[in-house]
């Protein structure tokens, strides 16, 4: 049986993973009946509700999330996973254990954070991921994608597909 892919938007709250992840998933459902879903905020009410906002409880909850992922990708699901998964030791699990993992990292200036801030969590500032709390950049994504507003979400996830040889022609066989 052949694995199903693993896409990983990762980046920090507000640069657009679940908006750009959502948008490629969807393209790709609509190809492919076996591609699913998991995005950070809608995951932590399913299984991650036990834990709290600690580092340690933050890398149980992205590896919970990832042997999810390669459990499905092992059976022939793709897995499109939008999370902040601050943690490079999480990132390098993913590339040594799972077989087809693509990392799409989702940059954006501290200024485009603010702006946006959609869930108000730079104004208040506390236990957040690249304000008081550390972020490990990821260092070997597959894609870095600028996400300053200068691209449409439409716009990026064609180039998306295009880079990783999802094009309408490719993905009907």
């Known amino acids: 049986m052949e694995k199903g892919t693993v896409y990983f938007f990762t980046g920090l709250s507000g640069a657009g993973k679940t908006t750009l992840g959502g948008l490629f998933h969807r393209r790709l459902k609509s190809r492919k009946p076996n591609v699913v879903l998991l995005d950070g905020d809608l995951i932590r009410p399913v299984y991650n509700e036990d834990i709290g906002y600690g580092d340690e409880d933050r890398v149980k909850g992205a590896s ?6 390669k459990m499905l990708s092992d059976q022939g699901i793709d897995v499109v996973v939008c999370s902040i998964c601050m943690y490079g030791q999480v990132r390098r ?4 254990n799972i077989e087809n993992y693509k990392e799409i990292y989702i940059k954006v200036t501290r200024e485009t954070l603010l702006a946006r801030n959609q869930k108000n ?5 506390k236990n957040v991921v690249g304000v008081d709390l550390p972020f490990d950049e990821p260092r070997a994504s597959d894609m ?3 996400n300053d507003g200068s691209e449409t979400p439409e716009a990026i996830v064609s180039r998306l597909e295009a880079s990783f040889g999802l094009t309408e ?3 009907a066989v």
């Open 144 to 146: 870095i994608i600028s």
């Open 93 to 96: 699990w993913n590339r040594e």
């Open 169 to 171: 022609r490719e993905a």
């Open 121 to 125: 969590l730079y104004t208040a500032g």
């Open 64 to 69: 919970r999330t990832f042997r999810v992922a």
